[in-house]
């Protein structure tokens, strides 16, 4: 079982930054595939950006360029820079990991960012 935990959502201007950041509990994390996931009111769940437990990352292009997803194996957990935040960036941003051994799915709570225009 893993445990994930979101904080350092909340709200914004445009242009500012938040770093998001999801604290996991259980040993095999730094073998896992992080990401992080957004769902904006009324719209699906997407995938924002994800990490490998060998560091190869993937970011959706409305953030290519101004998010950078980073991990520290040390502290079992991985980070959402987010910078030049824009409205449509407002919405839930969840963590999740995922088990390539295992083929376990943990999903965070979720933590809100709001960008104001």
């Known amino acids: 079982q893993v445990q994930l935990v979101e904080s350092g959502g909340g709200l914004v201007q445009t242009g500012g930054s938040l770093n998001l950041s999801c604290a996991a509990s259980?040993?095999?994390?730094?073998?896992?595939?992080m990401s992080w996931y957004r769902q904006a009111p009324g719209k699906q769940r997407e995938l924002v950006a994800d990490?490998?437990?060998?560091?190869?990352?993937y970011y959706a292009d409305s953030v290519k360029g101004r998010f950078t997803i980073s991990r520290d194996n040390a502290k079992n957990t991985v980070y959402l820079q987010m910078n030049s935040l824009k409205p449509e960036d407002t919405a839930v941003y969840y963590c999740?990991?995922?088990?390539?051994?295992?083929?376990?799915?943990?999903w965070g709570q979720g933590t809100q960012v709001t960008v104001s225009s």
């Open positions: 999740k990991s995922f088990s390539s051994f295992t083929y376990s799915t943990y």
């Open positions: 990490i490998t437990g060998s560091g190869s990352t």
């Open positions: 259980g040993s095999t994390f730094s073998r896992n595939t």
